[in-house]
């Protein structure tokens, strides 16, 4: 997966048969684009190619980069040890690094009190205080200082039928959240360096801590929309598993020493933090499999895959795209919570036969995002390089005029859901289509799990017929095109496995030997 854009730049990676590598530097091509910087109070998520600085440690206006991240998860998952690690690993790259503070710690530790915005009755002492004989507090807490505050109880407090004090208190908390997050988001577009942007938590956050219908309604009152506020407001969301889930022995919270109500409140919280961004393009769960120093180099990893930067040997790769084929979806209520996208796919007219563009759509409720997707041989090697563009609704009206006739629209439902610690994308297709389409059910991936470890963790409410990664037969470019590709699969396996034949003509323009990320 590459990054998305948001002023026209571009973000680049280094993919071979479907999978993401680390990738040497390529050189810059001469790209004639012309995409409309979009200024907005949620602005869009951006990511260049990776290069170089000057002896000053900036770059050219043109070519900076402004990378957007969401730290999240439940207690005790390492989100401060990962801010300071991925400040200091950028920074050591010449990197100009932000890291916004939680807002909520912010504006409670200045002395606000949950029960101040929701009881009128008199106060009780700070020695006879205690959160959890409130109804609506989280029950980890036990006998502290009143003048203390804690972000969940005021969610919780917020949602309570007489709780209007704390709703207003908790919807200006997000105004103010957005205010403070675009501050530092037009800091980093006026840094002369490139520019890493950490977010302690983000908007949605505050979303799994609240009701449904209470948030909805604060949604619907102040015109926020899930694709600009979860999609299209970050480039990237890291979820950092609570240790309480599947490191039990570590966990612990500052001045509590660790009880099994704690650990099961925390592994809740903790799958109500990351099911509260599923659905955005880039969600990456960072897990407990491995030790804690392993874990912040994946984190590390992660971010350095997604932005395009060449790590070398210093951090393992890990984590590889799976492609499986499902059959006979089960009903709605079998899946955990999930969220639902229309996402259109257009090939163009590319300019070479080794060339790939295409187009996509993805939205809910005719909110969209729009992404220009471009695949090209390295030069130096058999990876292929992938840029993505984000673009404006004009520019991608623009670019529609240059479908290509020999290929369908691709029409989709994906669906993105948790299990297992696990993100998952289900791509449902839809009609119209090829025939070869109809019916067709793909569930994607991304894991550095193998054998049953990887087997434990899969949906078991699905129907799974097979893995089929790398497989060309259900390659999107090749299931969308028009015409009886048959013999092209010939082609594309045998270069699949690197053993093409010398005699065997090039495919046509409009075929490619390769799979392509879903995007």
């Not at 699905?462 to 037969?473: H, Q, S």
Request: aromatic share 8%; charged share 25%.
């Amino acid at each position: 997966m590459a990054t998305l854009l948001s002023n026209g730049q571009q973000s680049v990676m280094a993919t071979s048969n479907g999978q993401e590598h680390q990738k040497d530097e390529p050189e810059q091509e001469q790209q004639q684009q012309q995409v409309e910087i979009r200024k907005s109070s949620s602005p869009k998520p951006g990511a260049m190619p990776n290069l170089k600085l000057n002896r000053m440690g900036s770059v050219s206006p043109k070519d900076k980069r402004v990378y957007k991240i969401v730290l999240t998860g439940g207690p005790c998952g390492g989100k401060t040890t990962g801010q300071s690690r991925l400040c200091t690993f950028f920074e050591n790259l010449g990197w100009k690094v932000f890291r916004v503070p939680e807002t909520a710690t912010v504006l409670l530790s200045g002395g606000v009190k949950f029960s101040d915005l929701t009881e009128k009755e008199d106060p009780p002492t700070p020695t006879t205080f205690v959160y959890k004989d409130l109804p609506f507090a989280a029950p980890e807490h036990s006998l502290i200082d009143l003048t203390a505050s804690c972000p969940r109880c005021l969610a919780k407090a917020a949602s309570r039928p007489n709780g209007s004090e704390a709703y207003k208190f908790q919807e200006n908390l997000i105004r103010t959240m957005v205010q403070i997050e675009n501050t530092y988001f037009e800091l980093g577009n006026s840094s002369t360096r490139n520019c890493l942007i950490i977010c302690d938590r983000g908007v949605m956050d505050a979303s799994a801590y609240i009701s449904k219908d209470k948030w909805e309604k604060m949604m619907a009152g102040n015109k926020w929309n899930p694709v600009e506020m979860r999609d299209n407001r970050y480039n990237q969301i890291l979820h950092l598993v609570s240790a309480a889930n599947g490191a039990e022995d570590f966990y612990s919270t500052e001045d509590h020493a660790c009880r099994s109500e704690g650990v099961d409140l925390a592994r809740e919280l903790d799958y109500k933090s990351a099911a509260a961004w599923v659905g955005h393009p880039y969600f990456d769960v960072i897990d407990n499999s491995t030790n804690f120093e392993a874990k912040m180099n994946r984190m590390i990893e992660s971010v350095c895959q997604k932005v395009g930067i060449d790590i070398g040997d210093r951090l393992q790769a890990t984590s590889r795209k799976l492609k499986y084929l499902v059959a006979l979806l089960p009903p709605d209520s079998e899946f955990p919570p999930f969220q639902d996208f229309d996402v259109v796919h257009h090939y163009l007219q590319s300019a070479g036969p080794k060339v790939q563009a295409r187009l996509r759509k993805r939205g809910q409720k005719n909110h969209w995002s729009y992404i220009h997707t471009q695949r090209r041989p390295n030069v130096h090697g058999q990876a292929r390089i992938e840029v993505k563009t984000q673009l404006t609704h004009r520019d991608y009206m623009n670019l529609l005029a240059q479908r290509d006739d020999a290929h369908f629209t691709i029409y989709k439902k994906r669906r993105c859901f948790l299990i297992n610690n696990q993100y998952f994308q289900l791509d449902i297709y839809k009609e119209p289509g090829h025939p070869r389409c109809k019916g067709l059910v793909l569930l994607e991936t991304y894991s550095s799990l193998t054998g049953d470890a990887l087997k434990n963790c899969m949906p078991k409410f699905l129907n799974i017929v097979k893995e089929v990664t790398g497989d060309p037969d259900y390659s999107m470019f090749n299931l969308s095109l028009k015409e009886d590709w048959s013999t092209t699969k010939k082609f594309c396996r045998s270069a699949t496995h690197g053993k093409q034949d010398e005699q065997l003509p090039e495919p046509p323009k409009q075929y490619h030997p390769y799979d392509e990320n879903s995007d």
